[in-house]
């Protein structure tokens, strides 16, 4: 069954995109008084589609405390969309994109699997 997850989850993963500085700078938001990524920024990053790298999110819940990471609020994702117009927001999502903070990046580390996932905590 487990060899089953992890083959769904590994054919779940995208291409490879390049990380830089500036690509990092482009997909920082601050929210609450804390600068955050969105979990589709995110999951393009490591090679996941959005709902593979959100299930391995809630797969390891216990691990990311509120100063990991946190939903947002429908105010929000409307400020988000109407100050951001590049910020990776699906309109068709039933639900609110997760954001994630520095600490939860690097709790990120130790969660996601897969070839892509490994190679780009490297860097």
């Known amino acids: 069954m487990a060899d089953k997850k992890r083959t769904?989850?590994?054919?779940?993963?995208?291409?490879?995109?390049e990380v830089t500085e500036e690509l990092l700078r482009e997909k920082l938001y601050e929210i609450r008084g804390v600068k955050v990524m969105l979990d589709a920024d995110l999951a393009e990053i490591y090679g996941y589609t959005t709902k593979a790298f959100n299930q391995?999110?809630?797969?390891?819940?216990?691990k990311f405390d509120d100063d990991f990471m946190f939903?947002?609020?429908?105010?929000?994702?409307?400020d988000l969309r109407s100050k951001n117009l590049t910020a990776n927001l699906s309109s068709k999502s039933r639900y609110n994109p997760h954001v994630f903070t520095e600490q939860g990046l690097y709790m990120l580390m130790t969660v996601l699997r897969g070839e892509l996932a490994i190679k780009q905590s490297k860097r």
């Open 8 to 17: 769904e989850l590994v054919s779940a993963e995208i291409g490879t995109i």
């Open 56 to 62: 391995q999110i809630k797969n390891n819940l216990e």
């Open 71 to 78: 939903e947002l609020s429908d105010e929000e994702v409307e």
